[in-house]
């Protein structure tokens, strides 16, 4: 387990030094290579990545996320509901772990770092003649100008990403078949690949710098590494039910209960960083109010995490 545990930190620290040299080499190419996209765009790709059945227009590239997780949801809601009897109980925490990482990196950290960072999208810059602004700097838009104003990073990326959390669940399953884990590892190359697909279409379709979209893919794989392996523990879960023939004793829906106080979290933090983007920015001081305002619900919710967070690991652990 010392020696797994190891493992799990190299392969973290690896992605984050690859994803990190990847954002700082895009820099001086994220405008050319991204216009190069649009002018060599596949318009079928194109039209196909970015509509989706909920509006209307028919099935789209977002679609078999939404019905993967819905399929997901209700998967849990059944182990839950029907414990030791339910066809899903033995994979419960991994269920949980799809849920709570697509939660955080499709939805949370996607709106809030667009909301913080406020980067106009290519064809406003293309078009419009707004100012380019690159992946680490403020941007022209602010929160009141619209929910999906921000270009930093991609949300469809993101939102394709989480395919990738079943490959997770797939191939770390180490008490299973080798069939199982090595179908994880083959699914993983297939779902990664459909999501650098989905962000090469959003260059395409001039919604997303190239750096939105390496942005995406790294703080997803991050975030979502991070959960597995040491925020949800999903091998410490595993080894209970293999040496236990049952699941810890845990609150109920505990993962998504943590996703709402990883909301409460998220939005303090934005608030606060948005406050402090106003005082940067020298922009009207009443915003300067965010920082403290977003500093007591970080702090409030920062409890109840870890409070839950407590009661959860005393019977995981």
């Given at each position: 387990?010392?020696?797994?545990?190891?493992?799990?930190?190299?392969?973290?620290?690896?992605?984050?030094?690859?994803?990190?040299?990847?954002?700082?080499?895009?820099?001086?190419?994220?405008?050319?290579?991204?216009?190069?996209?649009?002018?060599?765009?596949?318009?079928?790709?194109?039209?196909?990545?970015?509509?989706?059945?909920?509006?209307?227009?028919?099935?789209?590239?977002?679609?078999?996320?939404?019905?993967?997780?819905?399929?997901?949801?209700?998967?849990?809601?059944?182990?839950?509901?029907?414990?030791?009897?339910?066809?899903?109980?033995?994979?419960?925490?991994?269920?949980?772990?799809?849920?709570?990482?697509?939660?955080?990196?499709?939805?949370?950290?996607?709106?809030?770092?667009?909301?913080?960072?406020?980067?106009?999208?290519?064809?406003?810059?293309?078009?419009?003649?707004?100012?380019?602004?690159?992946?680490?700097?403020?941007?022209?838009?602010?929160?009141?100008?619209?929910?999906?104003?921000?270009?930093?990073?991609?949300?469809?990326?993101?939102?394709?990403?989480?395919?990738?959390?079943?490959?997770?669940?797939?191939?770390?399953?180490?008490?299973?078949?080798?069939?199982?884990?090595?179908?994880?590892?083959?699914?993983?190359?297939?779902?990664?690949?459909?999501?650098?697909?989905?962000?090469?279409s959003r260059c395409m379709h001039l919604s997303h710098w190239l750096s939105d979209v390496v942005g995406?893919?790294?703080?997803?794989?991050?975030?979502?590494?991070?959960?597995?392996?040491?925020?949800?523990?999903?091998?410490?879960?595993?080894?209970?039910?293999?040496?236990?023939?049952?699941?810890?004793?845990?609150?109920?829906?505990?993962?998504?209960?943590?996703?709402?106080?990883?909301?409460?979290?998220?939005?303090?933090?934005?608030?606060?960083?948005?406050?402090?983007?106003?005082?940067?920015?020298?922009?009207?001081?009443?915003?300067?109010?965010?920082?403290?305002?977003?500093?007591?619900?970080?702090?409030?919710?920062?409890?109840?995490?870890?409070?839950?967070?407590?009661?959860?690991?005393?019977?995981?652990?």
């Amino acid at each position: 387990m010392v020696m797994q545990k190891k493992s799990y930190l190299y392969a973290f620290v690896l992605l984050c030094l690859i994803w990190g040299t990847v954002m700082i080499l895009v820099v001086p190419v994220d405008y050319d290579w991204t216009l190069f996209l649009r002018e060599h765009r596949v318009r079928a790709l194109d039209r196909f990545m970015a509509r989706t059945i909920f509006e209307g227009k028919g099935f789209g590239g977002g679609d078999p996320v939404i019905f993967f997780i819905f399929l997901v949801l209700t998967a849990y809601y059944l182990a839950w509901k029907h414990g030791a009897t339910s066809r899903f109980y033995a994979w419960r925490p991994q269920l949980g772990f799809i849920l709570v990482s697509g939660l955080t990196g499709s939805m949370m950290m996607v709106h809030s770092l667009k909301w913080i960072m406020g980067r106009a999208r290519p064809a406003l810059v293309v078009k419009d003649k707004m100012p380019f602004t690159d992946w680490f700097m403020f941007g022209p838009h602010f929160i009141t100008e619209g929910t999906y104003r921000g270009s930093f990073p991609s949300g469809h990326t993101a939102q394709a990403f989480v395919l990738v959390s079943l490959a997770y669940v797939l191939a770390a399953a180490w008490h299973r078949q080798r069939s199982i884990r090595l179908s994880g590892w083959a699914y993983g190359g297939l779902a990664l690949a459909y999501a650098v697909t989905m962000g090469i279409s959003r260059c395409m379709h001039l919604s997303h710098w190239l750096s939105d979209v390496v942005g995406a893919l790294g703080l997803s794989w991050i975030l979502m590494h991070a959960f597995y392996f040491w925020l949800l523990k999903i091998p410490q879960q595993t080894d209970y039910y293999v040496r236990h023939g049952n699941l810890p004793e845990v609150p109920k829906v505990w993962e998504l209960r943590l996703c709402i106080h990883l909301l409460g979290l998220t939005v303090g933090a934005t608030a606060f960083l948005l406050g402090l983007r106003a005082v940067m920015l020298n922009t009207h001081w009443s915003l300067y109010l965010l920082m403290p305002a977003g500093a007591v619900v970080f702090w409030n919710f920062y409890r109840w995490f870890a409070a839950l967070y407590r009661r959860v690991m005393q019977g995981i652990c």
